[in-house]
């Protein structure tokens, strides 16, 4: 899974390091820092962290495997089970 915050719409809000504490943490009052190549075992915590955030800033690939995942990039997206 691979994501990314838009900073410039993140309003510290905090709802995703909240949410999500492995993945995302606020260093301060306002900046967010987060790992962009959070585990598949944070799948579910992530989900709700971008439900969760009031500006839609968390960006994520590979985080619904039903959704459109063919990423063509041969970054081993062809998991099945
Ligand atoms: S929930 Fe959204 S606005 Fe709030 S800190 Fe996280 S990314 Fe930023």
Do not use: K, W
Not at 43 to 67: F, K
């Amino acid at each position: 899974m691979r994501l990314v915050v838009d900073l410039n719409r993140c309003q510290g809000y905090a709802q995703c390091a909240f949410l999500a504490p492995d993945v995302f943490a606020m260093h301060g009052d306002e900046a967010l820092l987060y790992n962009p190549h959070a585990d598949d075992t944070q799948r579910e915590h992530v989900r709700r962290a971008v439900a969760a955030c009031p500006v839609q800033a968390i960006l994520v690939e590979g985080l619904d495997e039903a959704v459109g995942a063919s990423a063509a990039s041969g970054e081993g997206m062809s998991r099945e089970r």
